[in-house]
């Protein structure tokens, strides 16, 4: 069973840092991808960043020159750096894996991946 783990998340005041760690693990297919969703309080979850089946990187427009995503398949993570963030980055952040490629993870709508983290919290103060 593919299970997803996220961690780092926590306050910072506007300006700040955070570091998102996300952990995969229960799958063995060699080629997926994987994107970090937020979903801020009554608001529809909306991807941030991503890395496609070629390893490429996708942004958000909100987020680019701030938030680097990145990932390590040696040890089954992926990782969203956050510089310089703002009120309206608060939410619950998720990590997500798909193994079709189908979706892109910043879209319009929310992006069907496979599977999904619990969450972890984000709270920017002004």
């Known amino acids: 069973q593919v299970q997803l783990v996220e961690s780092g998340g926590g306050s910072v005041q506007s300006g700040g840092s955070l570091r998102l760690s996300c952990v995969h693990s229960?799958?063995?297919?060699?080629?997926?991808?994987m994107g970090w969703f937020v979903q801020a309080p009554g608001k529809e979850r909306e991807g941030v960043a991503g890395?496609?089946?070629?390893?490429?990187?996708t942004y958000a427009d909100s987020v680019k020159g701030r938030f680097t995503v990145s990932g390590d398949k040696t040890k089954n993570t992926l990782v969203l750096q956050m510089n310089r963030l703002k009120p309206e980055g608060t939410g619950m952040y998720y990590c997500?894996?798909?193994?079709?490629?189908?979706?892109?993870?910043?879209?319009?709508?929310?992006?069907?991946?496979?599977?999904w983290g619990q969450g972890i919290q984000v709270t920017v103060s002004s």
């Open positions: 890395i496609d089946g070629d390893g490429r990187a």
């Open positions: 229960g799958h063995t297919a060699e080629r997926y991808c």
């Open positions: 997500a894996l798909d193994h079709t490629c189908l979706w892109a993870v910043v879209a319009d709508e929310t992006a069907p991946f496979e599977y």
